[in-house]
Nanobody, 123 residues
Framework: VQLQASGGGLVQAGGFLRLSCAASGRTFNTMGWFRQAPGKERDFVTAIRWRGGSRVYADSVKGRFTISRDDAKNTVYLQMNSLKPEDTAVYYC???????????????????WGKGTLVTVSS
């Protein structure tokens, strides 16, 4: 399984970006986005069930970020609006074959990780 994240960049506060995560190989149950700011732990951002489309969001991004998927392209997107400087981080996508809804926010439950893409939000 390979995950390829893209779409990061530099944006001003209040702006938007869309990240993509293309999956090759098997299609897994759940895809998630996590982020890691310099000197901080990796934090959960959002996740989506491949079948059914259930979504979970971190409180810090609710109402601003939206996760979606394109089944035909095996790709998950993260639309990030109203970006804030505190959203600055390396964003990682990850996938797992089996996970219950209540643990979709736990990084250690995910089996495969892509290389991150850097998002920088300037004030």
């Amino acid at each position: 399984v390979q995950l390829q994240a893209s779409g990061g960049g530099l944006v001003q506060a209040g702006g938007f970006l869309r990240l993509s995560c293309a999956a090759s190989g098997r299609t897994f149950n759940t895809m998630g986005w996590f982020r890691q700011a310099p000197g901080k732990e990796r934090d959960f951002v959002t996740a989506i069930r491949w079948r059914g489309g259930s979504r979970v969001y971190a409180d810090s991004v609710k109402g601003r970020f939206t996760i979606s998927r394109d089944d035909a392209k095996n790709t998950v997107y993260l639309q990030m609006n109203s970006l804030k400087p505190e959203d600055t981080a390396v964003y990682y996508c990850a996938t797992v074959s089996r996970i219950i809804l209540s643990t979709m926010n736990r990084a250690n439950r995910y089996d495969y990780w892509g290389k991150g893409t850097l998002v920088t939000v300037s004030s």
